[in-house]
């Protein structure tokens, strides 16, 4: 399952998350590690576009958490990508307030409860920023292979060429 912020605003437009110039890009991504759109549950934090474009405030958030919850309730996902320092936080800090930046996040696999996270850069990220690309490369390879891990096939990449990232047990997802 990957989850976003918000939806932007041909998402908004058309009800459906990560279709525009962004969700172009999330569709390489996918392709690159040998998954389909089809394959992966897609979600974002808040159900509709924040104002300018702006992030999602607390009441934003709090009406639209019951809607998140129930989408993991029923997807019950194996593995969350999550695409950015927005969805990040929600997804392992909750409610808090605590927020960390996304390079403190990154290189890590969150795991509760059978369950496992992991956070990359937002897709529109990488259109305004070319230096995230190695970095999200590396992400999306450990998520696949942890994949691969969970459903028992072999790995896509080989090991020598994908980072180690620690597991750390007991966050909040």
């Not at 593995?79 to 997804?91: P, S």
């Not at 808090?96 to 930046?101: A, L, M, P, V, Y």
């Not at 995230?132 to 942890?146: A, E, H, I, K, T």
């Amino acid at each position: 399952m990957l989850i976003g912020e918000a939806p932007g605003f041909d998402e908004d437009r058309l009800g459906r998350p990560f279709v525009g110039r962004s969700g172009q890009k999330l569709d390489q991504i996918i392709s690159a590690i040998g998954f389909r759109r089809n394959d992966i549950y897609v979600a974002n934090v808040v159900k509709c576009r924040p104002p300018e474009n702006r992030d999602p405030d607390p009441k934003e958030i709090s009406t639209c958490s019951q809607f998140l919850q129930r989408q993991l309730a029923l997807v019950r996902p194996d593995i969350i990508l999550a695409l950015g320092r927005f969805a990040a936080n929600y997804l392992l800090q909750g409610q808090s307030g605590e927020t960390k930046t996304l390079k403190a996040m990154r290189q890590k696999i969150y795991q509760n409860d059978g369950k496992y996270c992991i956070c990359t850069y937002h897709p529109s990220a990488l259109l305004r920023t070319t230096e995230y690309r190695q970095p999200v490369w590396d992400d999306v390879r450990v998520l696949r292979n942890l994949y691969d891990h969970l459903v028992k096939q072999p790995a896509t990449f080989t090991s020598s060429d994908v980072p180690k990232y620690p597991v750390l047990p007991e966050h909040s997802l």
